[in-house]
């Protein structure tokens, strides 16, 4: 089928470059159109509609246009489809819904748009053509991804190419190159970086917690990008909020290896600042005198970046205060390490490793915001997700327990009326709700809560610290029923449910539900290995304790998918 037969099903033209005018008028009756998808079996829906750009069927997308079909009708998920042929990669339906007037800035579901799903599948054509018509490049998804950061988490150089030959003026004016490269280091990926960094991206930004695109690929041991970062001027002596350098990240990783090229390179290259692992510099040798002053290079400009070395030693000239007219101005002397510093800096690596393996894992999707829903082995749970916890995104017998699936999907329970508001001496506050009423009490152990048949039973005052250092008071009030001796445990401030409620709970993206009490324990998975016992149901949450490990997690409400802005 050639090209003007293509979009003759879609356009009355016949070029490309015709004017679309109404397809009611192209031969065949809105009534003719129906009857014709009709006998192919085939629905006048916004999802029929959107489902055959998706297969590329552009006889069937010419008679639902010619039938009445909005070109930007949304299916059930909020896709048109136009982003439905972008992330297939039919440019031919592509180009021509375009043509035909289809908006560009619609988004889905998941807020992402035409230009943003072309480019997460490397359809570069199809990029091209969307930005020809006025697709914004910079517009991010509900997660954070615009087109470029897309494409380069997943690694389409030819995108990247595509994206920066023709928006790179509108993608500098936004953060959208520094997040690239950002992602691009995360993931290793030195030619999607070399392409950033072509493009004017600022090799020193630093994004959430002072990271940097240096510290990324040092953590990760990306040697080649490693490599390229230094010889365009990534600063070895830039610290993150936690103090350490990126030589220091790549040891608390094991990666001795890239720790020394980071540590040679800054050992060779002057430094405005000094890393935490000093070096001290030699005696300055004299500089060797040459036959004319014109046969020394230039120095570098201030402030620019080193220029690219073999063995990542770039030769650098600086003028000396006291060089005499004819003499020429040799290399700066290299900096030898003191190896009292040395050993000082390998005992503070040493601990803030152990400090680092002691805490959590960052999660550096969480880091960037960012996070494509991607499974790469379909073990159902997200690259994004498998690199947060620490299971190999690639391995699909390597993921997280199932309860990190684990939401709270509704709650069947009461309301508890009393709320624990503090402590006062020996006494508990509390404040008993009566609709839009309420009435405050101090109690002491053994008193009665009017009017609710419980008792005091107990009263804990406790503190504790957030990860911020703030103190926080998480008292507790102890409560028992006289008549059946069951406890009721409030924790100050916080709401409750009466006792005897239940809660259900969902596995995302798995269809199973399970409904629990408190007290109650359960199993997830098919040999039922994975054990919790529900120890508190509240309002919009709740907390478990893990078998076999003892930790305390939490399941929050399960969130409402967003609606699609039309």
């Avoid at 031969?27 to 006998?39: E, F, I, M």
């Avoid at 408190?518 to 149901?537: M, N």
Wanted: proline share 6%.
């Amino acid at each position: 089928m050639n090209l003007n037969r293509t979009l003759g099903a879609l356009l009355c033209a016949s070029t490309v470059a015709a004017v679309p005018v109404l397809l009611t008028g192209c031969g065949k009756s809105a009534d003719q159109a129906k009857a014709r998808l009709a006998k192919a079996n085939v629905s006048f829906t916004p999802d029929d509609f959107v489902r055959a750009a998706g297969q590329g069927d552009v006889d069937l997308l010419g008679l639902f246009l010619q039938a009445g079909m909005d070109k930007n009708a949304q299916d059930a998920r909020g896709w048109t489809a136009l982003m439905k042929a972008s992330e297939a990669g039919h440019k031919k339906v592509v180009k021509a819904l375009l043509q035909y007037g289809a908006k560009t800035e619609l988004t889905n579901a998941d807020g992402s748009t035409a230009l943003i799903l072309a480019a997460g599948n490397d359809h570069h054509e199809c990029v091209r053509a969307l930005i020809d018509s006025a697709a914004d490049v910079n517009a991010k998804n509900a997660k954070g991804w615009t087109a470029l950061a897309m494409a380069a988490y997943r690694g389409h150089a030819k995108t990247t190419e595509v994206l920066l030959k023709t928006s790179r003026d509108a993608l500098a004016k936004s953060d959208a190159l520094s997040r690239a490269l950002m992602v691009s280091a995360l993931l290793g990926h030195a030619d999607i970086a070399r392409l950033l960094l072509d493009a004017g991206a600022p090799v020193n930004t630093t994004i959430e917690k002072q990271q940097t695109a240096l510290m990324f690929a040092a953590m990760g041991a990306k040697k080649d990008l490693v490599q390229l970062l230094l010889s365009r001027g990534a600063d070895t002596a830039l610290m993150n909020q936690d103090g350490s350098t990126a030589s220091i990240l790549a040891l608390q990783k094991g990666h001795t290896e890239i720790a020394k090229i980071i540590d040679t390179y800054a050992a060779n290259t002057p430094q405005t600042t000094n890393r935490s692992t000093v070096l001290a510099a030699a005696p300055a040798a004299p500089a060797p005198v040459a036959p004319s002053a014109a046969a020394a290079p230039a120095a570098p400009a201030k402030g620019s970046s080193p220029a690219p070395a073999s063995g990542l030693t770039p030769p650098t000239l600086t003028a000396s205060p006291s060089a005499k007219p004819g003499q020429a101005v040799g290399p700066a002397p290299k900096p030898v390490a003191d190896p009292a510093v040395v050993a000082q800096a390998d005992a503070n690596a040493a601990r803030l490793e152990q400090t680092f393996l002691k805490e959590r894992k960052v999660d550096p999707q969480a880091l960037l915001a960012v996070d494509t829903g991607q499974d790469s082995d379909g073990d159902g749970w997200t690259d994004s997700e498998e690199v947060a916890y620490g299971s190999n995104p690639n391995d699909p017998g390597s993921h997280p327990p199932l309860h990190t699936k684990l939401r709270m999907a509704k709650l069947d329970a009461q309301p508890f009326p009393v709320v624990f508001e503090g402590v006062e001496g020996k006494r508990a506050v509390i404040t008993i709700q009566h609709g839009q009423l309420s009435e405050r009490h101090v109690l002491a152990v053994g008193n009665s809560v009017p009017g609710e048949g419980w008792k005091v039973a107990g009263i804990r005052p406790r503190r504790t610290v957030d990860k911020s250092g703030t103190t926080l008071d998480v008292s507790e009030l102890v409560l028992q029923s006289p008549s059946t001796g069951e406890k009721l445990v409030l924790v100050k401030s916080m709401l409750a449910n009466a006792p005897g409620g239940s809660a259900t709970l969902s596995l995302e993206g798995m269809d199973r539900e399970i409904q629990v009490k408190e007290k109650q324990v359960f199993a997830l998975g098919p040999d039922e290995s994975e054990r919790y016992t529900v120890l508190d149901i509240r309002p919009t949450q709740v907390v478990l304790k893990v078998h076999g490990t003892g930790d305390v997690i939490t399941v929050t409400m399960r969130e409402p998918m967003p609606q699609a802005r039309r």
